[in-house]
């Protein structure tokens, strides 16, 4: 059993950068983890993957280039440096953790955080 919290989500303006944060407990050992989000209305999306070692990382194409997993094993924290926000960026952002190291579906996915809301002003 993997419990996930999430902080750091706020208000801040286009353009600007922010950095979450997941808190993982519990058996995390060899756990991929993830970011994923979801948009009043919408679907909830796959962000990023960060797999045990740190070694393999899958985004999807929206973020790429402007967000950045990292993972501290000796913390059991997993951060998602966002940089150049856009409006389209906000949503709730969730953390998972997941077996598959280049899982990208939901159902990769076992356990799940609370969610942060991330809020990109025009």
């Known amino acids: 059993q993997v419990q996930l919290v999430e902080s750091g989500g706020e208000l801040v303006q286009v353009g600007g950068s922010l950095r979450l944060s997941c808190a993982a407990s519990?058996?995390?050992?060899?756990?991929?983890l993830g970011w994923w989000r979801r948009a009043a209305g919408k679907e909830r999306e796959f962000v990023a993957a960060i797999n045990w070692r740190g070694s393999i990382r899958n985004y999807a194409d929206s973020v790429k280039g402007r967000f950045t997993i990292s993972r501290d094993n000796a913390k059991n924290t997993v951060f998602l440096q966002m940089d150049t926000l856009k409006p389209e960026d906000t949503a709730v952002y969730y953390c998972?953790?997941?077996?598959?190291?280049?899982?990208?579906?939901?159902?990769?996915?076992?356990?799940w955080g609370q969610g942060t809301q991330v809020t990109v002003s025009s």
């Open positions: 998972a953790a997941s077996f598959e190291a280049y899982g990208r579906l939901e159902t990769d996915f076992h356990s």
């Open positions: 519990g058996r995390i050992s060899e756990h991929a």
